[in-house]
């Protein structure tokens, strides 16, 4: 009996053993992973500076920008939405795993991400048909997952655009970490837009400055000649 109790206790702590071993082995997959994803979002975000710095076409940039996006968040469908420069409604200016049905002006009133651009907070919603937030039926022609986020696109004194994400290639929901994330990666590309919007305005005002000196030269030039043929007929 003595031989059969022992057994039973050695039976028991190897199960203990490797029990411990497969949750410790479980945890270190998992640990792997989140450290996998945190080395491609900080290569991403070093990346992003760089291509910041050198292209200088904002929608090239955009759309950069958006692929990175959804590399880093296992994303297969996204879109950059700005608000227009003339205040009238938004404008759809990059987007992945989709095609726009209608590119022309978003009106604000039927957007999804309306909340975004008046809050200039992220929207996160894990299920789309059970957020109080949309409550509303999923897409399933378009997104295979029921989970999409929202992140603002601010310059220093306003949203001036958002980036959508939605249909993780993994089925999961979107996370806070994918969040705080992208709001990194965001950081910057409101910045490069702010400067890209200015840069456009100072080239136009330069454009229509140096129309204004042709004009006002030729004007010169042809008092000038009046002035010339008065003396020489006198």
Same mark, same amino acid.
């Given at each position: 009996?003595? !031989?059969?109790?022992? &057994?039973? #206790?050695?039976?028991? +702590?190897m199960a @203990? ?12 997959? +998992?640990?792997?992973s989140q450290?996998?994803?945190?080395? $491609?979002? @900080? ?6 500076? +760089? ?10 940039? @955009? ?5 990175? *996006? ?20 938004? +404008? ?16 604000? !009133? ?7 651009? &008046? ?7 894990? =299920? ?12 399933? =022609? ?6 999409? /986020? ?7 004194? *306003? ?14 929901? @979107?996370?806070?970490? =994918?969040? $705080?994330? %992208?709001?990194?990666?965001? *950081? ?7 400067? #890209?919007?200015? %840069? ?7 454009? =229509? ?8 030269? /030729?004007?010169? &030039?042809?008092a000038r /000649?009046?002035? /010339? $043929? ?5």
């Amino acid at each position: 009996a003595l !031989d059969v109790n022992d &057994e039973s #206790s050695q039976l028991r +702590e190897m199960a @203990f053993i490797i029990n411990a071993l497969n949750k410790l082995t479980e945890e270190f997959r +998992e640990n792997a992973s989140q450290l996998e994803r945190f080395i $491609q979002q @900080f290569a991403t975000l070093a990346e992003m500076t +760089e291509i910041t710095a050198n292209v200088p076409d904002i929608h090239e940039l @955009f759309q950069l920008v958006l692929k990175k *996006a959804l590399t880093a968040t296992h994303a297969r469908v996204g879109s950059v939405v700005l608000m227009r420069e003339e205040g009238d409604g938004l +404008e759809l200016v990059a987007w992945e795993g989709w095609t726009p049905a209608n590119p022309g002006p978003i009106s604000m !009133d039927a957007y999804l991400g309306r909340s975004v651009f &008046e809050t200039g907070s992220p929207l996160l919603v894990e =299920d789309i048909e059970k957020s109080p937030l949309t409550l509303r039926p999923n897409n399933k =022609d378009t997104y295979a997952t029921h989970s999409f /986020l929202i992140m603002p696109l601010k310059t220093k004194n *306003a949203t001036i655009g958002v980036v959508s994400l939605a249909d993780k290639a993994t089925g999961e929901a @979107f996370h806070v970490h =994918d969040q $705080q994330f %992208l709001a990194v990666l965001l *950081a910057q590309m409101g910045y490069a837009v702010e400067n #890209s919007r200015l %840069l456009h305005q100072a080239l136009y005002a330069a454009k =229509d400055l140096k129309r204004t000196v042709e004009v006002q030269g /030729l004007e010169l &030039e042809e008092a000038r /000649l009046k002035m /010339l $043929q008065t003396l020489s007929d006198r």
